[in-house]
DNA sequence: TTCCTATTTGCAGTTTTTTGCAGTTTTTAT
DNA sequence: ATAAAAACTGCAAAAAACTGCAAATAGGAA
């Protein structure tokens, strides 16, 4: 048996099952393990698959995308939130939307600081259980799956019962011509039921969202008081943003 | 099997579920628990995920907590989750109140169970946001940091408007003198008012909590439709019980 | 063909890695 | 405070990797 075919072989192996043992090669290929292994060693140097101690698994196969880019813009969220905190006043009462630059800011939310916040969000409201002195109120009703917040009329009403201080709008779009959009219809009528309830609206928004439209609307860029990005307030991307009557931070 | 599969493995569950029991992994994998906690460690050391004690979790956005209460006697509580599961019939109205019994009651859910859920307890609703056909509803209000759960006079309110076919009632102190009872005044106060709600009561108590009894009364033991314990219907220690009009499971 | 050389292959001995176990220490929940 | 669960430690057996070497093989060149 060739060389060239055994070495073939091994990579077919790999790329149908993801991973191969030596042993189980040297057997069906009826060499030594020595030679197997001798074969894995090469193609692991040509970069053709990845060797480890007992076989070999196929280079595609350990990628976990999501984890590396969220792990990425999460420094950049983290950032926006910093900037979005010496919003929040002592005692005074806060709504929050979900989205994750949201829960970052819940995640960073000084200690000390007394607020009552409101939140149709799971995943806000159970980061802010860790907190020493925030009252969390929880705006019930049909919880989406998608969004992890409650939707549908009783919140709506729920929502307009409240008259808050400050909200924090978290993922969105924003556009210069389509206003603050969303992909779901539902998260939509929630937002807007929150602007209503709110004297001041702040919305979160990494740069990567600046400029781009989905299908539904949430309201004007005039509704929004505050823009927080984590871009300089002078940026050329933010330029299109000033004409309104917005604060960029 | 690889180690590299291994550990390969364990990425995947703790980025599938957010989080891991070492133990978990040890049974699937058919490792010892040495092994895995080995691998666990290197992955923590690799930034790859978090160890925590007991398993690990995932570095991301991580909204689910990982409790250790909930791997505190969990195979008793799976136990009787199991027993319960039998009780809820297809396309019914399910109240579930807080607990680590109840979690896994969520948890265990057959996926192709259509039911609609109401909950106070945001660890049951995030848990059942992963069942593909549970309709949650959230019941809100002022979240208690410590039973992390609706409390206060609205989710009373809220509660009295619903009709449910049955309710699992978790987190309970039971005695044959002194009924239910709870050590959290507002809890007792949110399961008066499921139990009103409801046209059947289950109760999932682990037997620890059998024969002892805390400050607060929820409800005699009458109120209680049925019982469900891990231990056999036939045990001694639930003969006290077996003089009350109550099913024991 | 025959001889020569470079490569490949298998083998034996040694080193390293992996893994489960037992005993001890630490952590956790009640 | 206490008891249980989990983590840590060192150890030993087993598996795999590495090393050097010699035999086998292939491919030319004479």
Redesign the interface.
């Known amino acids: 048996m060739l060389k060239a075919e055994r070495q073939q072989y091994i990579l077919n192996e790999v790329s149908v099952h993801s991973?191969i043992?030596l042993s189980d090669i040297a057997d069906s290929l009826g060499v030594s393990i020595d030679t197997v292994r001798r074969d894995v060693k090469e193609l692991d140097d040509n970069k053709k698959l990845?060797k480890?101690?007992?076989?070999a698994?196929s280079l595609g196969?350990?990628t976990?995308p999501?984890?590396h880019s969220?792990?990425f813009n999460?420094e950049k969220k983290s950032f926006i939130a910093q900037k979005a905190i010496p919003l929040i006043k002592e005692n005074s009462v806060v709504l929050m939307s979900g989205g994750?630059t949201n829960?970052e800011l819940a995640r960073l939310l000084p200690p000390k600081l007394h607020v009552t916040v409101f939140t149709?969000s799971?995943?806000i409201?159970?980061?802010?259980?860790?907190h020493p002195n925030a009252?969390?109120?929880?705006?019930?009703?049909?919880?989406s799956?998608d969004a992890?917040l409650?939707v549908g009329a009783s919140t709506v009403q729920?929502l307009s019962q409240i008259r808050a201080d400050i909200c924090f709008l978290g993922t969105g779009y924003l556009d210069v011509n389509h206003g603050l959009t969303e992909f779901d219809y539902e998260v939509v009528q929630i937002k807007k039921a929150m602007i209503k309830s709110s004297r001041k609206n702040v919305l979160l928004c990494i740069s990567d969202k600046l400029n781009s439209a989905q299908r539904f609307k949430t309201c004007d860029i005039d509704a929004i008081d505050c823009l927080i990005t984590e871009l300089d307030p002078e940026d050329q991307i933010l330029k299109p943003f000033s004409n309104f009557d917005v604060l960029l931070k």
């Open positions: 991973r043992q990845k480890v101690h007992g076989g698994i196969y350990n976990f999501f984890n969220d792990i999460r994750t829960l149709p799971l995943p409201a159970l980061q802010l259980l860790a009252e969390v109120i929880f705006i019930g009703g049909k919880i799956k992890q409650s729920e």
